[in-house]
């Protein structure tokens, strides 16, 4: 089974989560930054996995514009997705906020990846509204290295 991570990261949560996932999936996988390469070659692979990180209720505009060019190629891929966000239990809604529903329904592992608050790398509105929403001055790492475990072995069928 090849396999190709494609993701995109605002402050690095969600490439520290793929290059996770990336260490737990087979022998034959790429990761690929969207933001740096936007027309990866998909017909190589079985499995395409599709992670992003979530800030204003909105995944990276480039992983969206990246699914609206490719959906019909993805329909015919084993489909994995995950987020990185702030509150787990929004994870669902956001999920749906963020993918077109005919993907949803064709996935066949999601995840979520946790969350990690780099503030050196956010400007003043993003160091704010974490302040104020999260209650954390000084940032914080929570990737769920288990959830990134499970993942892998689920899109794997073990």
Do not use: W
Request: glycine share 8%.
């Amino acid at each position: 089974m090849k396999t190709l991570i494609i993701y995109a990261s605002k402050h690095g949560s969600a490439e520290k989560a793929a290059n996770k996932l990336y260490q737990h999936l087979g022998d034959e996988k790429e990761i690929v930054n969207i933001q740096e390469n936007s027309k990866p070659f998909l017909e190589n692979f079985d499995t395409i996995i599709i992670g992003g990180s979530i800030y204003g209720g909105k995944i990276q505009k480039e992983i969206q514009k990246f699914i609206e060019d490719n959906l019909e190629t993805l329909l015919s891929k084993k489909i994995g997705l995950y987020l990185c966000c702030g509150i787990e239990k929004d994870f669902e809604k956001q999920l749906e906020n963020s993918m077109p529903e005919k993907l949803l329904g064709h996935t066949s592992v999601v995840g979520y990846f946790g969350y990690e608050y780099n503030i050196d790398k956010m400007n003043f509105l993003e160091k704010t509204m974490v302040k104020f929403v999260a209650k954390d001055k000084a940032g914080k790492s929570n990737i769920n290295e288990e959830n990134i475990k499970e993942f892998a072995r689920e899109i794997k069928g073990e």
